[in-house]
Nanobody
């Protein structure tokens, strides 16, 4: 069964950091572009960051540039999202998603995880 599982969410104070992980089972992430998305309460889901299958290309939403870093370890079949200088506006459920390499990230990804909640609050 093809599955993506996010972990690493939690409660953090403003200015703090978290690292999210996205682990795949049932398939090899080497052949997939991976995206992180988030959905805040009452808002639509938005793209946060995307990384190509090789890791050679990344992009970020303007709202997280300079604060978030996406990376991947294909040997561990895992993608990460390092989040620094967190702000209350970053509070959301964070999802990872996969699409065959070359297609790029969008809301039409092939596989989605169930999400992990990040709450930024004092």
């Amino acid at each position: 069964q093809l599955q993506l599982v996010e972990s690493g969410g939690g409660l953090v104070q403003p200015g703090g950091s978290l690292r999210l992980s996205c682990a795949a089972s049932g398939f090899t992430l080497d052949y997939y572009d991976i995206g992180w998305f988030r959905q805040a309460p009452g808002k639509e889901r938005e793209g946060v960051s995307c990384i190509s299958s090789s890791g050679g290309s990344t992009n970020y939403a303007d709202s997280v540039k300079g604060r978030f870093t996406i990376s991947r370890d294909n040997a561990k079949n895992t993608v990460y999202l390092q989040m620094n200088s967190l702000e209350p506006e970053d509070t959301a459920v964070y999802y990872c998603a996969a699409i065959p390499r070359g297609w790029g990230c969008s809301n039409s990804m092939d596989y989605w995880g169930k999400g992990t909640l990040v709450t930024v609050s004092s």
